[in-house]
């Protein structure tokens, strides 16, 4: 938060200091997230999981379909006064086995999930990143910020509050990596 101020300070200073020189700042900005998303390599990573999400959701499904019949299953039993009692609780006993079991299924898809998506998309952020001096460069940009950037707060951590949509250079980052990969 402190670091922030001070980089707003400074970028402040910087905007006041450039508007008495000859020379405008230019102020660019790139929306990784969307770039990732419209980049090759992203729709690809995009399509990968959801591939392997749909592959998870069905066997989580299917088990959860069969442990619905067994709870039925168990809700008859339970009912069924012929039945002694020790049988009962063996039965309730593996029911709630089979039940936190599948709750740690579904804990460690959604965990395996978050970290194949980092896995994969780590490196297409990356390599954007590793472009964004070239083309800023290219585009003879004095200062380029991640749009849409949130901090951990939820609160916006990008100092700039407002860059004209013609320094965004999402676009040319995407033209850029793909053509590079």
Do not use: C, W
């Not at 938060?1 to 200091?17: C, D, E, H, Q, T």
């Amino acid at each position: 938060m402190f670091l922030n101020k001070i980089l707003s300070g400074l970028v402040v200073a910087g905007l006041s200091v450039s508007s008495f020189s000859a020379h405008a700042m230019k102020v660019g900005t790139v929306d990784l997230q969307k770039a990732l998303q419209e980049v090759k390599k992203g729709k690809e990573a995009k399509g990968a999981l959801e591939k392997e999400f749909n592959e998870r959701k069905a066997k989580i499904e299917g088990e959860q379909a069969s442990l619905r019949k067994a709870q039925e299953d168990l809700e008859k039993l339970a009912k069924n006064m012929a039945i002694n009692q020790s049988a009962k609780e063996k039965k309730i006993s593996e029911f709630q086995q089979r039940a936190a079991a599948f709750q740690e299924l579904v804990q460690r898809s959604q965990s395996e999930m978050q970290g194949r998506e980092a896995e994969l998309t780590r490196p297409i952020i990356e390599g954007l990143r590793d472009l964004v001096p070239t083309v800023a460069k290219s585009r003879k940009m004095d200062l380029v910020f991640e749009a849409n950037s949130v901090g951990p707060t939820g609160v916006a951590s990008n100092p700039l509050l407002y860059a004209e949509d013609k320094y965004d250079l999402t676009a040319d980052v995407i033209k850029a990596f793909d053509e590079k990969k």
